[in-house]
């Protein structure tokens, strides 16, 4: 087993931001495999994009030979809210809630978000 690092920000235009998760599995072999999810989901394999669209679940099981449901297990958990801002340090939140998955931290010192919540399939339905 390899190391799995996460990563999230936002992709698209400007006034229309659109935010993405990646997950990057470097695989003891150095295979590096990125699944990209947002506006698109996507697989690279080493830089490459090798698939794109409906079906990643799929790639990424071939690829890893790890099941897609394991991966996203590990892609919540690193999605916990974080205990001090990665901004400023800060330890003071307010937290904002919406509409489902809209539920966010944002950072009583730098007002930056720190957190928000991540829409799963037991929410919706
Ligand atoms: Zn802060």
């Given at each position: 087993?390899?190391?799995l690092?996460?990563?999230s920000g936002t992709e698209g235009p400007n006034w229309d931001p659109y935010s993405f998760d990646e997950l990057n599995l470097v695989k003891s072999d150095g295979t590096n495999v990125?699944?990209?999810m947002g506006l698109i989901e996507s697989v690279k394999v080493n830089g490459k994009e090798i698939h794109s669209g409906e079906g990643t679940d799929k790639v990424i099981e071939e690829i890893t030979g790890m099941y897609f449901d394991k991966w996203m297990k590990i892609h919540y958990k690193?999605?916990?809210p974080p205990n001090r801002c990665p901004h400023c340090n800060g330890k003071h939140f307010e937290f904002h809630s919406g509409y489902v998955g809209e539920s966010m931290q944002v950072?009583?010192?730098c007002n930056k978000i720190v957190w928000c919540e991540e829409v799963t399939e037991?929410?919706?339905r």
């Amino acid at each position: 087993m390899g190391k799995l690092s996460h990563k999230s920000g936002t992709e698209g235009p400007n006034w229309d931001p659109y935010s993405f998760d990646e997950l990057n599995l470097v695989k003891s072999d150095g295979t590096n495999v990125v699944m990209h999810m947002g506006l698109i989901e996507s697989v690279k394999v080493n830089g490459k994009e090798i698939h794109s669209g409906e079906g990643t679940d799929k790639v990424i099981e071939e690829i890893t030979g790890m099941y897609f449901d394991k991966w996203m297990k590990i892609h919540y958990k690193l999605n916990e809210p974080p205990n001090r801002c990665p901004h400023c340090n800060g330890k003071h939140f307010e937290f904002h809630s919406g509409y489902v998955g809209e539920s966010m931290q944002v950072c009583s010192d730098c007002n930056k978000i720190v957190w928000c919540e991540e829409v799963t399939e037991s929410m919706i339905r």
